[in-house]
Nanobody
Framework: QVQLVESGGGSVQAGGSLRLSCVAS????????MGWFRQAPGKEREGVAA????????YYTDSVKGRFTISQDNAKNTVHLLMNSLRPEDTAMYYC?????????????????????WGQGTQVTVSP
């Protein structure tokens, strides 16, 4: 059973930065689509960013482009999400997800149903 463990959440003021990390218990150097999702109270879970570790291709939802950066560290089986210029609307529980059989292509990365492993989540709160 693969485990994903997130860390790095916290409370910041608008304009601040946080870096989330997701450590996997399985090698990320193999072909895996790893994504970050978020869910705010009363809202559906939405895809934020993803990375296909085979070639490093990255994907972002429009609202975070230019502010968030997803990256991989295969030596540590870790994926990071650097979040800059945070806004109050970024407040949510952030989840790491993975699918070793998914390429991330064609919008697959955005669909939570495509992932078969999930972390427990880390809370991000951005105050005005």
């Amino acid at each position: 059973q693969v485990q994903l463990v997130e860390s790095g959440g916290g409370s910041v003021q608008a304009g601040g930065s946080l870096r989330l990390s997701c450590v996997a218990s399985r090698y990320t150097s193999s072909s895996v689509c790893m994504g970050w999702f978020r869910q705010a109270p009363g809202k559906e879970r939405e895809g934020v960013a993803a990375i296909y570790t085979r070639n490093g291709n990255t994907y972002y939802t429009d609202s975070v482009k230019g502010r968030f950066t997803i990256s991989q560290d295969n030596a540590k089986n870790t994926v990071h999400l650097l979040m800059n210029s945070l806004r109050p609307e970024d407040t949510a529980m952030y989840y790491c997800a993975a699918n070793w059989g998914l390429t991330c292509y064609g919008g697959n990365w955005y669909r939570s149903s495509q992932y078969n492993y999930w972390g427990q989540g880390t809370q991000v709160t951005v105050s005005p």
